[in-house]
């Protein structure tokens, strides 16, 4: 099942909340990408954000991962989650 995800930074979210996780932020981006169950991230252009194409068995497998992000685990990040079908 493919799952699209998209994250977004909060509204009023200064740029000293979110600097200090930055690494994390990456880091755990890349841990995810070589389970290759995130297929394609893409930053979103021109905004504070990521989408992200999922491959996994369940949109609640998504959310629970999404969770694991620092930016979403300090309430900054929003993630958006939309099952998909062909």
Known sequence: MQVLAIARIRDGTSIEQILPLIKPEAAQVWEFYATGKPRTIYHIAGKNGAVMIWDVSSVEEVEAELQKFP??????LACEVIPLKP
């Open 71 to 76: 930016l979403v685990e300090a309430g900054i």
